[in-house]
Structures are given as C-alpha cells and as structure tokens.
C-alpha cells in the first residue's frame, strides 16, 4: 500500500499540472484491446473537457466623434455639422492628343460614319459623324476628339480594324 502523503502529493502534482493530459480510460481495459492498440499504433482519444480559449491581455479603445467640431465643451447650435469633400489637386496635366480623321477618296460616306459613330465616343449620332466625314474628304483632314496619348492611340487602331478601315492621326494638342 502506498503511504497516504504520497497519494496528496500525486494529487496536487496532477493537479497543478492542468495542462498535462493522461490517457487514461474511463472503463477498465482488456487485454485484447492493449495487444490491438499497440499493432495497429491508434491510441485513444482522452475524453474529457477542452481548455479554455486564451483571451489577449491587450484591450482596444474605441472610440467615436459625437461632438462639434472645434472640441467639447462649448455650446452645440444643434445643427449637423456638415462635411465637404475636398477635391484632390492634380499636380501635373497630362498632355492632350489629337484624334484626326484623314479624308481618302476610296471612302464611301455611310460606312465610314457608321464606323465613326462606333469608335468615337463624342460622336452621338450619324450626322455629326457626316460632318466630319465631309470635311475631312474636302480639306484632307479633321478633328475628332481630344485625348490623352493612351486613348487617342487606341482610337487610331480601332479606326484601322473598322470595316471599312477609316485612316486617322494623332497629333499633339
């Protein structure tokens, strides 16, 4: 028989040592199920309650703006203080470019402004793609948008890839 301090020893040891879990059964074991644990290698689960979740010990302050502006303590006129967004200030302008359409004598007039009307998001309707159509086959040239470079390239290569392909330039404004 073991003395009766060494059992309160063990005890309080077990005890201060949560953190260690033992695998220990619930019922009594037979010897079967000992020789079946050790060849396949599975071991028991440890019924019994999960630890506890850590809380951090860091506390986050919230906080929320409820007074006037200017700080606390003086008179609110009761009125909502009102916020205007300021516009970001652009400090340097992009070069603008140039979108020409070139006048061509093979052209014909109604797939050419169909075309226009298609690329060309300034052109709201077919007439004023005739317009331009027309000046462009009397002087050689004319303005359709201004651009930065990117678009103005783009709308250049879209022309070209329109059927009929409609020839433009781009020049800087």
């Known amino acids: 028989r073991m003395p009766r301090s060494r059992v309160i020893c063990c005890f309080l040891l077990a005890s201060a040592c949560s953190g260690l879990r033992l695998n220990v059964p619930s019922r009594p074991v037979v010897a079967d199920e000992i020789s079946t644990q050790r060849r396949t290698g599975r071991l028991r689960p440890c019924a019994g309650p999960a630890p506890a979740i850590a809380k951090p010990k860091t506390k986050i302050k919230q906080s929320t703006f409820t007074g006037s502006p200017g700080g606390g303590g ?4 009761g009125a909502a203080a009102t916020v205007t967004a300021k516009p970001k200030q652009i400090t340097e302008e992009m070069p603008m470019w140039k979108v020409i359409l ?20 300034d052109l709201a309707n077919v007439m ?23 678009h103005a ?10 059927e009929p392909m409609v020839f433009a330039d781009i020049e800087e404004e």
């Open 74 to 77: 003086g008179k609110s006129s």
């Open 102 to 121: 070139l006048g061509d004598e093979e052209y014909e007039e109604e797939p050419v402004c169909d075309a226009l009307v298609r690329v060309i998001p």
């Open 128 to 150: 004023q793609a005739k317009e331009r159509y027309r000046e462009a086959q009397q002087t050689g040239k004319s303005l359709l948008i201004v651009v930065p470079k990117e």
């Open 153 to 162: 390239e783009l709308y250049k290569e879209q022309l070209i890839r329109e």
